[in-house]
T-cell receptor, first 107, second 114 residues
Framework: KNEVEQSPQNLTAQEGEFITINCSYS?????LHWLQQHPGGGIVSLFM???GKKKHGRLIATINIQEKHSSLHITASHPRDSAVYIC?????????FGQGTRLTINP | DAGVIQSPRHEVTEMGQEVTLRCKPI?????LFWYRQTMMRGLELLIY????????DSGMPEDRFSAKMPNASFSTLKIQPSEPRDSAVYFC????????????FGPGTRLTVT
């Protein structure tokens, strides 16, 4: 079993829909990261969190340490949100990555 | 700041050849990471440095892979000899390592070994 599991693996939705991507992990962590990888391949860090909730624009990330679970939400989704979203967990500096969720938002 | 700089962006080489990938970190970032991304295995940590010293190289697949960081401004990942199964995108990322553990990724080097 992978240490970091994401679901769903693929998600297609219509513009404007509310999107949820889930991440479960089995190891002790200091922090959880959400990354975004666009079709061109570049990787951008969206959030790093160790407790509670963070919000940036239309993106919201939550984490439940006791349940070892995090969710990434996108409100009012847009075609430009189409990308692969990757969850990564780590202690100190070393990160372990999920397989990613490929999100496609259709106009 | 220009961000993390990697070169080359694309590399095509024949099996058996030596390949050298380069990374220039963001100035002031003390941690540097080398990752490999493949369709089958996703993103994997190969090695990371703190203040130019290798801290954890447990992800380096085998002796054909080596990484160096001779100074705070430059790191290399070398594969010798290269094999087709080394084909992947190799990312370099850096972080300050204090408080905020956010990592900043370079654009990656797409390596194809034929």
């Amino acid at each position: 079993k992978n240490e970091v599991e994401q679901s769903p693996q693929n998600l297609t939705a219509q513009e404007g829909e509310f999107i949820t991507i889930n991440c479960s992990y089995s190891v002790g962590i200091s922090a959880l990261h959400w990354l975004q990888q666009h079709p061109g391949g570049g990787i951008v860090s969206l959030f790093m969190l160790s407790s509670g909730k963070k919000k940036h624009g239309r993106l919201i990330a939550t984490i439940n340490i006791q349940e070892k679970h995090s969710s990434l939400h996108i409100t009012a989704s847009h075609p430009r949100d189409s990308a692969v979203y990757i969850c990564a967990v780590g202690g100190a500096q070393k990160l372990v990555f999920g397989q990613g969720t490929r999100l496609t938002i259709n106009p | 700041d220009a961000g993390v700089i990697q070169s080359p962006r694309h590399e095509v080489t024949e099996m058996g050849q030596e390949v050298t990938l380069r990374c220039k970190p963001i100035s002031g970032h003390d941690y540097l990471f080398w990752y490999r991304q493949t369709m089958m295995r996703g993103l994997e940590l190969l090695i990371y440095f703190n203040n130019n010293v290798p801290i954890d190289d447990s992800g380096m697949p085998e002796d054909r892979f080596s990484a160096k960081m001779p100074n705070a401004s430059f790191s290399t990942l070398k594969i010798q000899p290269s094999e087709p199964r080394d084909s992947a995108v190799y990312f370099c990322a850096t972080s300050t390592g204090t408080g905020d553990l956010e990592q900043y990724f370079g654009p990656g080097t797409r390596l194809t070994v034929t």
